[in-house]
């Protein structure tokens, strides 16, 4: 960098996954980039397996983090949608093309040339560091009004968690008041879906192997309904009831007793990621017109869509609020799915 500024993060320096505070240069705010203070940062299950090189892609030391929401402290010259003092957001996008034909159609979560906000290389070669950290410097392109009425903590992981769902609902036509969606996985993923299917005026069932959440998703989260995937009973019951299904999960599961939940031309879309292979059965598919699919993210147009549509329906993540000295304690739980559903790091009050 021809000039730089000294930021301070959080950082793993090695596939132990331990975090330690760490002191790192961050390019200085360019005619195009924001930059924003941060305040919040959401944990997401990603940035355990970047912690852990477990898809062999890390580059160390990686500062994790892309739900990340704060405070405009500097506008570059040719920056019009900004001002110091505004609220923003960052999620997992730190840059693309920008001219393509994915990126002028307001996808750039697909362009071949995507940045991401963290172990990602940016287009100075340097590798991205997130949001584990006092502040970032972005593209304007790529950061978010973040409503007035939102809380800037409960809100933070929407930038990954909430457009993860949102995307799909929306391309997929999965938004009709009064049809039936199934959410597989009540996680952090999980009760997105099932808040967003509540929004949009959806009858959503919330589908578990674990008899425990049919309370959490009934009482607090809103669900009109619950399946334990292990009683055959209770699947058997209710084949062929659901429009659409959302399933969240990222281990290995069987989807044939899933797709045989849907009726004909229902339409089913992945957004977990398992790291293995899901055996596909082809005749819940043709017997039924289904449809099964799968979903990333979302582009920035998007993106500041979901967040103004979160603003306006006041939807929130149940969040663990924590401080930056947690985080260690807070991947080990995260591994055991010992959270309800989102740690969020208090980064403006706990990094100094």
Same mark, same amino acid.
Request: net charge neutral; with cysteine.
């Given at each position: 960098? #021809?000039?730089?500024?000294?930021?301070?993060g959080?950082?793993?320096?090695?596939?132990?996954?331990l975090?330690?505070?760490f002191?790192?240069?961050?390019?200085?705010?360019? /005619?195009?980039?924001?930059?924003i203070?941060?305040?919040?940062?959401g944990?997401?299950?990603?940035?355990?397996?970047h912690a852990r090189?477990?898809?062999?892609?890390?580059?160390?030391?990686?500062?994790?983090?892309?739900?990340?929401?704060?405070?405009?402290t500097?506008?570059?010259?040719?920056?019009?949608?900004?001002?110091v003092?505004?609220?923003?957001?960052?999620?997992?996008?730190?840059?693309?093309c920008?001219?393509?034909?994915?990126c002028q #159609?307001?996808?750039?979560n697909?362009?071949? =040339? %995507?940045?991401?906000t963290?172990?990602?290389?940016?287009?100075?070669?340097?590798?991205?560091r997130?949001?584990y950290?006092?502040? $970032?410097?972005i593209?304007?392109?790529?950061?978010v009004?973040?409503?007035?009425?939102? +809380?800037?903590?409960a809100?933070a992981p929407?930038?990954?968690?909430?457009?993860t769902i949102?995307?799909?609902? @929306?391309f997929?036509?999965?938004?009709e008041?009064?049809?039936?969606?199934?959410?597989?996985?009540?996680?952090?993923?999980?009760h997105? +879906?099932?808040?967003?299917?509540?929004?949009?005026?959806? =009858?959503?069932?919330?589908i578990?192997t674990? /008899?425990?959440?049919?309370?959490?998703? !009934?009482?607090?989260?809103?669900?009109?309904?619950?399946?334990?995937?292990?009683?055959?009973?209770?699947?058997?019951? +209710?084949? !062929?009831?659901?429009?659409?299904i959302?399933?969240?999960?990222?281990a290995?599961?069987?989807?044939?007793?899933?797709?045989?939940?849907l009726?004909?031309n229902? !339409?089913?879309?992945?957004?977990?990621?398992?790291?293995?292979?899901? &055996?596909? /059965?082809?005749?819940p598919?043709?017997?039924?017109r289904?449809?099964?699919?799968?979903?990333?993210?979302?582009?920035?147009?998007?993106? &500041?869509?979901m967040? #103004?549509?979160?603003?306006?329906?006041?939807?929130t993540?149940?969040?663990? @609020?924590?401080?930056?000295?947690?985080?260690?304690?807070?991947?080990e739980?995260?591994?055991?799915?010992d959270v309800? %559903?989102?740690?969020? $790091?208090?980064?403006?009050a706990?990094?100094?």
């Amino acid at each position: 960098m #021809d000039s730089a500024q000294q930021a301070l993060g959080w950082a793993v320096r090695d596939s132990s996954s331990l975090f330690s505070p760490f002191q790192f240069t961050r390019r200085e705010n360019g /005619p195009e980039d924001v930059t924003i203070k941060i305040l919040y940062c959401g944990i997401c299950h990603t940035d355990l397996h970047h912690a852990r090189n477990a898809w062999g892609i890390s580059v160390y030391p990686v500062v994790p983090g892309h739900e990340i929401t704060g405070i405009v402290t500097a506008v570059g010259s040719n920056v019009k949608g900004f001002t110091v003092g505004d609220r923003a957001g960052v999620g997992c996008l730190a840059g693309a093309c920008n001219s393509c034909d994915l990126c002028q #159609d307001g996808l750039e979560n697909y362009c071949d =040339k %995507y940045v991401f906000t963290y172990n990602s290389v940016d287009t100075d070669g340097t590798v991205t560091r997130g949001g584990y950290s006092n502040f $970032i410097v972005i593209h304007n392109r790529y950061a978010v009004h973040f409503p007035e009425k939102l +809380a800037m903590d409960a809100g933070a992981p929407l930038l990954c968690a909430g457009i993860t769902i949102y995307s799909p609902m @929306k391309f997929y036509g999965m938004t009709e008041p009064g049809k039936r969606l199934g959410v597989v996985g009540l996680g952090g993923l999980g009760h997105m +879906a099932v808040k967003f299917g509540k929004a949009f005026g959806l =009858k959503v069932t919330v589908i578990s192997t674990s /008899p425990h959440k049919e309370k959490e998703a !009934k009482e607090c989260l809103g669900a009109d309904d619950f399946l334990l995937s292990k009683n055959e009973e209770q699947m058997q019951k +209710a084949t !062929k009831s659901m429009d659409y299904i959302v399933d969240t999960v990222s281990a290995v599961h069987p989807i044939f007793q899933l797709l045989n939940l849907l009726k004909v031309n229902g !339409k089913m879309v992945l957004v977990g990621a398992p790291d293995k292979p899901l &055996q596909l /059965p082809a005749f819940p598919l043709l017997f039924g017109r289904r449809m099964i699919g799968g979903s990333m993210i979302g582009g920035m147009k998007e993106t &500041q869509e979901m967040v #103004d549509f979160c603003g306006e329906h006041n939807i929130t993540c149940d969040i663990e @609020k924590i401080s930056i000295d947690y985080v260690n304690t807070a991947m080990e739980r995260l591994e055991k799915s010992d959270v309800k %559903y989102r740690f969020v $790091i208090d980064i403006g009050a706990t990094l100094k």
